[in-house]
Each structure stands twice: as structure tokens, then as C-alpha cells.
């Protein structure tokens, strides 16, 4: 009987050599010691004879089994190791390639400093608990000024030169505040969120006036919030920005979703107040307008002025990038000239 043993195992050693595949060791295995395999059958014909025979054998036979259990587990692991070495070789990423092979986009030339400005904004917020939301840039009419108080045939629609599209129904937004009413619609108060992007309007082009330009739209709704919420805030974010303390003040403006509304100015950085050409002598640069949410604009999205009010702003971003690094034309951002997006390759 020992002398069968050894052969199956001899057999076997022989066969293992040969298998290169996770498949083919299995199959092996199972041919070997499996439910139907050749230990199996040595066992099987064993019925009927003495028990001490019995014992014997089995005992040779389970031995083997585990020799064999162990060389399968050890070529398995071998043939694992291969298998992954392999994928290595096929899907290698040579993480030193140059950057620079690539001669455009962000690898060459950098980002654009509206979107290093819009993050720096969102970091701030987000620091301070704001959620960031974004809407699409092909609004309604609703979300863009039926909603945000400005009813269809108002005198306000034309603070806002818009392109419609021919439906008359919807337009490129005018400005980030439709994100204002989608992001009332879809939670409930308290909440907090800023919404950047671009926005669009059929402006004559000139150094401080483009068709397309960026906003970064903040809204507040809680209980009992004031206009120091909002200075707040503010003062905050212009700080951050600056790396230096700010001096704001309000003025009263017009915008029909906000009652009071008000435009923040701030104390001229380059100047001190003193008054130079970057502030035209008057000390201070007209910077964000905001106020406190009207109550119809609350209204039209579910939300309970008798419990609920809240403020807004909307920071023109470009405006905020062109006092940052002293740009004089607004028209640079969208010239396409990579030696303008080269300097702002960090932030
Ligand atoms: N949406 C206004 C604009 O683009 C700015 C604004 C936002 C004013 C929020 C008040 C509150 O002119």
C-alpha cells in the first residue's frame, strides 16, 4: 500500500511541475485529493479490511493529503505572485514622466485666476460651515427673475441685458443668484451655502465689462439673522482674501430680492483711504453688493418669514482677481494668451 502511496505521490510532484495556471491547479488538486480523486479511491477500496490495516493506511493516506494540501497552497501563492507581477508589467504608469510633454492645459500653463480665486472663496466658506451648490448656466425664467422677485414686464429686468434663448422662456443666467432659489427649493432651514460660476449678459465689451463673468452667489437663512450677520461674514472673507484686515462699509442699492439692499464697499488697500487713482480719489472701491433676503423671494420658496429670514450677496469674482493682482482690462481673461495664465501657476 505504501508503495501506491508513494507513487501518487511521485505522480503528483510530477504534475504540479508542469502547472502554470490558478485553473489547472485547482483541476490537479482535485484529481489528487477531491471527493473523487485517487486518495479518495484508495480509501474507498480499503472497506472490509481489518481495522488496525484501516488505521494504517489512513493514516499514510491523510499524511500525503496535507503534503499535498501544503505544496498546492505554496504553488498557488506562486502563481498569484505571477499573475499580479504580470498586470504590473502590462499597466505600468511611469509616474516621472515630464509634465511638461504635454504642452497645454494646467501641466503647462497653470490655472486660470478666477478659478484659483473662486477656490480660495470656497475654502474660506467652507471653513466657516457653508455648503458649496452649483446651477445650470441655461436658466428659466422663473429661477432667474420670477422667483428672486423681478416679475416678468418689471423695469429691473433691465439691470441685466440677457440673451434669451428663442423660446423666450429660458436665457444664459444673468447672475449666480438663481442658485439663491435652488438651493432654497431643495432644503429647509437653517441653511448656508455659496454657489460660484459664470454668469452672462449682452454687454458692450470694454477693459471693466465682458459677456461673460463669474459670481460667486452667498445665502444665509436662519433664525434672527441681522445685518452683522452679513458684515460678518464679509469682513471674513475680504480679510482671508486680502491677508489683511478690511474697513467695509454699506451703501443703500437697488436689487428687487433684497430689502434693505446694500453694496459693500471697501477701504482702499492701495491707498489707505487716503484717496489714488485705483479708488478715483474717493478712498473707497465699490466691492459686493448684498442685503437682507426679501420676504417675497422666501415666500416663493416655502420657506416661513414668520420664523425664518436671512441675508445674500454676490461677489463679482473677476472684479475681485483684477484688484488682487492689479490687472487694468478685464478682456486678458479670455484672450487665450498663455503668457497672462502663466504667472498665476500658484496660489
Ligand atoms: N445678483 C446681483 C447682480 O448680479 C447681485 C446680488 C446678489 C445682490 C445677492 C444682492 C444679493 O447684480
Known sequence: MSKKTEQIKADFLKAIETVRTQPDLAKLKADFIGKKGVLSEIL????????????????????LKTEIEKTVDDKMKKIEAAVINEKLKRERIDVSLRESLFD??????????????????????????????????????????????????????????????????????????????????????????VGPGKVFRNEATDASHEMVFHQIEGMMVDENITVSHLIYFMKTLLSEIFGRSVEVRLRPGFFPFVEPGFELDIKCLICGGKGCSVCKHQGWLELLPCGMVHPNVLTYSGIDIKRYNGFAFGLGLDRLVMMRYGIDDIRHFHGGDLRFIRQFKSC
Open 104 to 193: 497645454r492645459g494646467l501641466t503647462d500653463a497653470g490655472y486660470h485666476p478666477v478659478t484659483l480665486i473662486q477656490r480660495e472663496v470656497e475654502d474660506v466658506f467652507t471653513s466657516m460651515g457653508f455648503e458649496i451648490l452649483d446651477g445650470p448656466h441655461i436658466e428659466d425664467d422663473y429661477h432667474n427673475f420670477v422667483a428672486l422677485n423681478i416679475p416678468k414686464h418689471h423695469p429691473a429686468r433691465d439691470m441685466q441685458d440677457t440673451f434669451w434663448f428663442s423660446d423666450l422662456k429660458h436665457l444664459l443666467r444673468t447672475h449666480t443668484s438663481p442658485i439663491q432659489v435652488r438651493g432654497m427649493e431643495s432644503r429647509k432651514p437653517p441653511f448656508k451655502f
Open 44 to 63: 474507498k477500496e480499503m472497506k472490509g479490511q481489518p481495522p488496525e490495516i484501516i488505521r494504517e493506511i489512513g493514516q499514510v493516506v491523510n499524511q
